[in-house]
């Protein structure tokens, strides 16, 4: 039997989560407002390694054997290819990690192709998308809209939780996380879509109202697919969370699931609605 949670652990708990979200979010915004773009890649770069190593752990309770070496070399790298040399350079670093990766595959008659493409994916899924954030941050008006982006990923979360919590009757995916409800979605997009207006009412980015709120649309829907994929992959693995570095959080995958998606799906609407690289802001 399961004892009832006593206030004060609760309230302990809440203490230690907002903590950990404050220096999160400290981090991210001085690096965001007062770095250059190698000072985002070089957080990035941590941020995203850090994840993809939960991943492959989360992988070999299924009892995988990816090549960790090769995908966390490649995902540490991918941000500062994306912040040199752009897209073109972080494509040429996902070139190399499938040649290498095949190579490896050809070469040892023990490696499973599951083990290559767990490989592959998973620098794929965490690298390749987290680092849209720097080529973000190399667009047009790129410092405000990256702020606008980080700031829309917590808005979302927090809206989401406070409308699921209060309000959650509906259940988006009970068979992937029975906690998550359309009304937590709802509250959700709310918030972005209140982060990314308010953009376009303060600031002159250039970008239409009408382009702000597809882009707004678009990371709602990204954040979505991103926490219900992590939440798979942690269901799959039969684990709570992707770890215990972050206290109150769990791991990094468990902190930035949304922001890895949201990162990759608002650079390529960005660029649909003709945002191009370019200018100091």
Do not use: C
């Amino acid at each position: 039997m399961r004892l009832p949670q006593t206030p004060e652990r609760g309230f302990s708990a809440i203490l230690v989560r907002s903590a950990t979200s404050l220096v999160i979010g400290v981090v991210f915004l001085s690096t965001i407002i007062y770095g250059d773009t190698l000072g985002l890649a070089i957080l990035v770069a941590v941020v995203a390694t850090m994840a993809a190593s939960e991943f492959y752990a989360l992988s070999r309770i299924e009892r995988r054997l990816p090549n960790e070496l090769f995908g966390l070399t490649a995902v540490a790298i991918m941000p500062f290819a994306a912040a040199s040399y752009g897209s073109f350079g972080l494509m040429a670093v996902v070139a190399g990690l499938v040649v290498a990766s095949l190579l490896w595959s050809l070469f040892f008659r023990q490696v499973r192709t599951v083990d290559t493409a767990i490989t592959v994916f998973g620098a794929v899924y965490i690298g390749f998308t987290l680092s849209h954030l720097v080529l973000i941050r190399e667009l047009r008006s790129g410092l405000v809209l990256t702020l606008a982006l980080v700031m829309s990923v917590w808005a979302n979360d927090i809206f989401a939780y406070l409308v699921g919590s209060s309000l959650g009757k509906h259940k988006l995916a009970p068979r992937i996380s029975p906690k998550k409800s359309w009304e937590g979605v709802a509250g959700g997009t709310a918030g972005t879509i209140a982060v990314w207006v308010i953009l376009a009412i303060t600031t002159s980015t250039g970008i239409s109202l009408r382009d702000l709120v597809l882009v707004s649309l678009i990371a709602s829907v990204a954040a979505v697919i991103g926490d219900l994929a992590e939440s798979r992959i942690k269901r799959d693995a039969g684990a709570k969370d992707s770890g215990v570095t972050l206290p109150g959080h769990g791991g990094f995958l468990d902190r930035f699931d949304s922001l890895i998606i949201i990162s990759m799906a608002t650079f390529y609407t960005l660029a649909l609605v003709g945002v191009t690289a370019g200018g100091t802001l």
